[in-house]
């Protein structure tokens, strides 16, 4: 298989759709490494798939950096490379409420975790040599970006800002021979995490999508793997 050995970083792995692709990167022989916000988010992770998948070769580990600090996170992925690929899942508090009322440092730390995140680790591969040649950098939107609700602007201006963002880098990051693209989960039910009410709310949801049912993070992790193994794609 294309990941069998293959080196991946997951930002945001030590939790829901970054925790579920690195359970599928380890099912196809991949080496992870966790990049997580907090020490007891990322041992717990980590703990959780060596328990998992308790092959002695395949190398688990994680660590702890801080995505809105260009400084750190560059440092953080200096010191691991180089690897093959680079997932980028993490996120901030959603915001949903009227314009009227939004907290504009609220809205600035969604752009400081979402989208100047993802730059500052586009930055870190161009300028360190990161992510080896035919390797992959796979970015996460969401569908604001593509169909906005009430209440929803701000969430739907940074998942547009990154769409435009990954066209921008798949041109930038070609000369280094890694391929950029984002991922658009949509609803996606936690497989980890305790929220019975947010995903009893999801559930009622799934009769208004074409599928019937909502997706997990394992259904969510398929997207991020075919973007990470197929090598004629980038730009998406």
Do not use: C, M
Not at 51 to 71: H, K, N
Not at 115 to 123: I, P, T, Y
Not at 163 to 174: F, K, M, R, V, Y
């Amino acid at each position: 298989d294309r990941l069998l050995g293959h080196k991946a970083i997951i930002i945001g792995g030590s939790r829901g759709i970054g925790l579920g692709v690195a359970e599928a990167f380890l099912s196809f022989g991949a080496h992870v490494h966790l990049i997580g916000f907090t020490t007891a988010s990322v041992q717990n992770a980590v703990k959780l798939l060596k328990e998992e998948y308790p092959d002695p070769a395949l190398e688990i580990v994680g660590s702890t950096s801080d995505v809105r600090d260009e400084a750190a996170i560059t440092e953080s992925l200096r010191v691991l490379a180089p690897v093959d690929h680079i997932v980028y899942t993490a996120v901030d508090a959603r915001i949903r409420g009227p314009i009227g009322a939004l907290d504009i440092a609220d809205a600035k730390d969604l752009f400081g975790v979402k989208f100047w995140g993802q730059v500052a680790v586009a930055k870190a591969i161009a300028n360190h040599d990161v992510i080896k040649p035919g390797g992959s950098y796979t970015v996460t939107s969401g569908t604001l970006s593509l169909k906005p609700t009430t209440a929803t602007a701000v969430g739907a201006a940074v998942n547009g800002a990154v769409n435009s963002l990954t066209q921008g880098l798949a041109i930038d990051l070609s000369s280094k021979g890694v391929r950029v693209n984002a991922v658009i989960p949509g609803f996606v039910l936690s497989t980890h995490e305790n929220n019975p009410a947010r995903d009893a709310n999801l559930k009622k949801r799934a009769e208004k999508l074409l599928t019937g049912f909502v997706g997990t993070n394992e259904d969510i992790a398929e997207a991020y793997l075919y973007l990470a193994r197929a090598r004629y794609t980038t730009g998406t």
